[in-house]
Nanobody, 114 residues
Framework: QVQLVESGGGLVQAGGSLRLSCAAS????????MGWYRQTPGNQREWVAT???????NYADSVKGRFTISRDNSKNTVYLQMNSLKSEDTAVYYC????????WGKGTLVTVSS
């Protein structure tokens, strides 16, 4: 069982930055894939970024060059550094872990004002 708790969301002006954190229960060394997704009202959850246990990363085209996903195994935490934020980045951001099955956090709201 993996429990995930996101934090770091809030209100920021367009062009600003935020760093989201996803704290996992237990060691994340045993979790092969961790990622961030986002969702706006009335829309499906959208993939944002993924990081593998070996450190490889992938990003959605919409955030490439602006967002950076990273993991600190010593803190059992995955981060999403978001720079040059746009109004269209406004969403609830969810952390996901995959180990035999998907585990989701409850999300953190990011609001970007234009």
């Amino acid at each position: 069982q993996v429990q995930l708790v996101e934090s770091g969301g809030g209100l920021v002006q367009a062009g600003g930055s935020l760093r989201l954190s996803c704290a996992a229960s237990g060691t994340i060394l045993s979790i092969p894939v961790m990622g961030w997704y986002r969702q706006t009202p009335g829309n499906q959850r959208e993939w944002v970024a993924t990081i593998l246990s070996g450190g490889s990363t992938n990003y959605a085209d919409s955030v490439k060059g602006r967002f950076t996903i990273s993991r600190d195994n010593s803190k059992n935490t995955v981060y999403l550094q978001m720079n040059s934020l746009k109004s269209e980045d406004t969403a609830v951001y969810y952390c996901k872990a995959f180990r035999f099955r998907d585990y989701w956090g409850k999300g953190t709201l990011v609001t970007v004002s234009s």
